[in-house]
Nanobody, 124 residues
Framework: QVQLVESGGGLVQAGGSLRLSCAAS????????MGWFRQAPGKEREFVAA????????DYVDSVKGRFTISRDNGKNAVYLQMNSLKPEDTAVYYC?????????????????WGQGTQVTVSS
């Protein structure tokens, strides 16, 4: 398994941008599919974005398509979530996640490791 630490959250006005980062431990990071989830107050955790371990496949929840971009840098053991045109409804704690099985081609990814989360607050 990998250990994950998120950063980059904060307070931003509607229409603004933030870039979340997730630092992963372990030499086998490049073999893990990665993703981002979020949980707003009083709501269940929801999927936001995913990227395959090969980096050639991504997926997004409909509400963020065209605004958010997931990417990874295997040399830095990191995955990112670029968030543009932020809306108040994007306010949530954002969690980084790693797949259960390294090197798996299962899609959608089955996630098994989670970070502690980073707060994103978008003011109107």
């Amino acid at each position: 398994q990998v250990q994950l630490v998120e950063s980059g959250g904060g307070l931003v006005q509607a229409g603004g941008s933030l870039r979340l980062s997730c630092a992963a431990s372990g030499r086998t990071f490049s073999w893990y599919g990665m993703g981002w989830f979020r949980q707003a107050p009083g709501k269940e955790r929801e999927f936001v974005a995913a990227i395959s371990w090969t980096g050639d496949r991504t997926d997004y929840v409909d509400s963020v398509k065209g605004r958010f971009t997931i990417s990874r840098d295997n040399g830095k053991n990191a995955v990112y979530l670029q968030m543009n045109s932020l809306k108040p409804e994007d306010t949530a704690v954002y969690y980084c996640a790693a797949s259960i099985t390294p090197g798996s081609r299962t899609w959608p990814i089955k996630f098994g490791s989670w970070g502690q989360g980073t707060q994103v607050t978008v003011s109107s």
